[in-house]
T-cell receptor, first 110, second 118 residues
């Protein structure tokens, strides 16, 4: 059972397009993280958001934490093939473990 | 090494066999987590250590799963009498600490141990 629902599950787009991935929960999280995972490797941290309403930018990636700290979004501008991977959100519930979402598998075609 | 190291990378077991998966966290990292990841899914929490203390094992699917970290460094996840449904990638992650005041730190993951039970 996963507390965090991600949508869409799969996304296949052309290079240069924009996209948004969503992470939703009924639970409030102390903080929320986004990871990217490539085949055969472990997830790698992209960003941590802590404050409700917080927006963080990492080059072409924009992350937002919902005001109520229950949801988050990841927006990618002008996607590139190197952005291909499994995007995972992870909520820190009680400062002692992380719950991961089901993941969004992104494929960016050249 | 500089990162989290897991071994073996691949393990094939016959149903009913016992397996042991090893995790070498980043030196000095206090927290260690085990996750189970099915194909195409997100990681599912199994258990968590702070130093040698196992603070949460609520995610372990059955009493066939056992984890230890006796000296607060290397950890072993043991699965007894493996079943086909145990087939998955087992990910280990370590973290420098968890800051209760400012949110969680970064999890550093190993490459995982892929277990296939025939």
């Amino acid at each position: 059972t996963q507390l965090l629902e991600q949508s869409p599950q799969f996304l296949s787009i052309q290079e240069g397009e924009n996209l948004t991935v969503y992470c939703n929960s009924s639970s409030v999280f102390s903080s929320l993280q986004w990871y990217r995972q490539e085949p055969g490797e472990g997830p790698v941290l992209l960003v941590t958001v802590v404050t409700g309403g917080e927006v963080k930018k990492l080059k072409r990636l924009t992350f937002q934490f919902g005001d109520a700290r229950k949801d988050s979004s990841l927006h990618i501008t002008a996607a590139q093939p190197g952005d291909t991977g499994l995007y995972l959100c992870a909520g820190d519930h009680n400062f002692n473990k992380f719950y991961f979402g089901s993941g969004t598998k992104l494929n960016v075609k050249p | 090494g500089a990162g989290v190291s897991q071994s073996p990378r691949y393990k094939v077991a016959k149903r009913g066999q016992d397996v042991a998966l090893r995790c070498d966290p980043i030196s000095g990292h206090v927290s260690l987590f085990w996750y189970q990841q099915a194909l195409g899914q997100g990681p599912e929490f199994l258990t968590y250590f702070q130093n040698e203390a196992q603070l949460d094992k609520s995610g372990l699917p059955s009493d066939r799963f056992f984890a230890e970290r006796p000296e607060g460094s290397v950890s072993t996840l043991k699965i007894q009498r493996t079943q086909q449904e145990d087939s998955a990638v087992y990910l280990c992650a370590s973290s420098r600490h968890l800051d209760r005041g400012g949110g969680a730190g970064e999890l550093f993951f190993g490459e995982g141990s892929r277990l296939t039970v025939l």
